[in-house]
């Protein structure tokens, strides 16, 4: 009994760490601005990425080479936006409120996404 609650805290004690990371690493890469054939490349408006973008660009992002020092960050958010996407799903019908959040987590983390590809082509023309 206590070995299975002392499993739960700590479970949700990673969860806990798990969130602050990612929305740490999406606000670092949120600050970052996009070159402006990227932008074309998403259709970047200037409001917002759009959050069904987030496939298509990681698929972009797995033909483009790779500097090496991204790996666990794009792991990290992925694992975070199929949580995101999991919770909106679940959790949309109940509420319009919690539904509106959700979307715009998912296009912080395609705008993650972006800023990632773009770094990656940038350091493919130098």
Same mark, same amino acid.
């Given at each position: ?8 805290? $700590? ?7 798990? %969130? ?12 970052? *601005? ?31 080479? $790779?500097?090496? =020092? =991204?790996?666990?960050?794009?792991? %990290? ?10 919770? *909106?799903?679940? +959790? @949309?019908?109940? @509420?319009?409120?919690? $539904?509106?959040?959700? =979307? ?5 983390? $395609? ?9 990656? +082509? %940038?350091?493919?023309?130098?």
């Amino acid at each position: 009994m206590i070995a299975s609650l002392i499993l739960l805290l $700590s479970l949700g004690a990673l969860a806990q760490f798990l %969130v602050a990371y990612c929305r740490t690493l999406i606000v670092a890469y949120g600050e970052a *601005e996009l070159s402006l054939q990227m932008r074309e490349v998403i259709g970047f408006d200037g409001q917002a990425a759009d959050p069904g973008e987030f496939d298509r660009l990681m698929g972009l992002m797995r033909v483009a080479p $790779s500097p090496g =020092d =991204d790996h666990t960050n794009i792991r %990290v958010v992925t694992l975070y936006y199929r949580l995101i996407a999991l919770a *909106e799903a679940l +959790l @949309s019908p109940v @509420s319009a409120k919690a $539904s509106q959040w959700f =979307d715009h987590e998912r296009a912080r983390c $395609s705008y993650f996404a972006a800023v990632t590809l773009d770094r990656r +082509l %940038v350091a493919l023309l130098k």
